[in-house]
């Protein structure tokens, strides 16, 4: 089943752009719950070089498209964070703010309240290293969905960590790879998979952690795997990115080494990928080629490959992408020092 003729192009008037002092790579979404009282909330973090970075809170009005920044909100953060996700079921909090983790050199979680202060300060940071002087920096993270108390780290030092934040002890710590592990993504309740510079894509279930399951093997040897994301409508599916391919791997976790399908349309390196909140069958990706494109995945692949449905040009490379799960109609995508959200 052929697609091609239903691409269409994103223009202008089907986004909102919000211009940022400094270039922005992590973005996150405030969940669903709160949407029905409050506009949405979204976290961006900067990316510049050195110690000293920031998080600003934006307000979005779906209606009146606009993208309002509350300073009260922003707060400085140390090193670029690396991933940003609210909590994603907050009414269990029986709190009336947000929390918000991310990664850095620790995992952190700050509570997003109006503050008086000058300087927020996390409500937690979370450090497992054994020395104090050192740490190896997170690569990312990921909010377990189904039991909230749980969040699992990505490191480069080849571990991965899962932390009880209630009580704020490691559950549990897994030498996961050879190499670096760049990604991790929740797809139970206690399983969960990871993405190295080793080239290959692991499960690990936590009542069995002395095992892990490879899905899926860079075909040249020691191509890294940069990100991994799991189909929360559809768990038999995950896809991932290589390291400089313009390629987007979609897995079968069912048969695991060939990949179900290759995405291929994108004309430089692809670097973010979401699935579509709400629908098993869609993905979006963003790449180097400034292109977001947005793909439906046939039952039965043509012999051509797959082309993508949608598409939207952005005005530089795109380092990020997000799905919002609370207003399943907007992407938000990265690119130099603009966040902006794209109504799909």
Known sequence: MENSTHESHLGPENSVTYDSPYPLYAMAFSPAARARHHHPKIAVGSFIEEFSNRV????????????????SLSFDHPYPPTKLMFHPNPNTLHKSH??????????RLWEVKDSSVDR??????????????????????????IEPRRIGTSSIDTTCTIWDIEKGVVETQLIAHDKEVYDIAWGEARVFASVSADGSVRIFDLRDK?????????????TPLLQLAWNKQDLRYMATILMDSNKVVILDIRSPTMPVAELERHRGSVNAIAWAPQSARHICSGGD????????????????????????????????????????????????????????
């Open 56 to 71: 600003d809170i934006l307000s979005f009005d779906p209606d009146t498209l606009t993208l309002k920044p509350n300073p």
């Open 98 to 107: 947000d929390i918000l983790a991310s990664s850095g050199d620790y995992l």
């Open 120 to 145: 927020l300060e996390p409500i937690s940071v979370l450090n497992n290293s054994k020395t104090s002087e050192f740490c190896a920096p997170l690569t990312s993270f990921d909010w377990n969905e």
């Open 210 to 222: 002395e095992h892990s399951t490879i899905i899926y093997e860079s075909p040249q040897p020691d």
């Open 289 to 344: 080629d400034s292109q977001a494109l947005i793909w439906e995945l046939p039952t039965v692949a043509g012999p051509n490959g797959i082309d993508p449905m949608s598409m939207y040009s952005a005005g530089a490379e795109i380092n990020q992408l997000q799905w919002s799960a609370g207003q399943p109609d907007w992407i938000a995508i990265a690119f130099s020092n603009k966040m902006q959200l794209l109504k799909v």
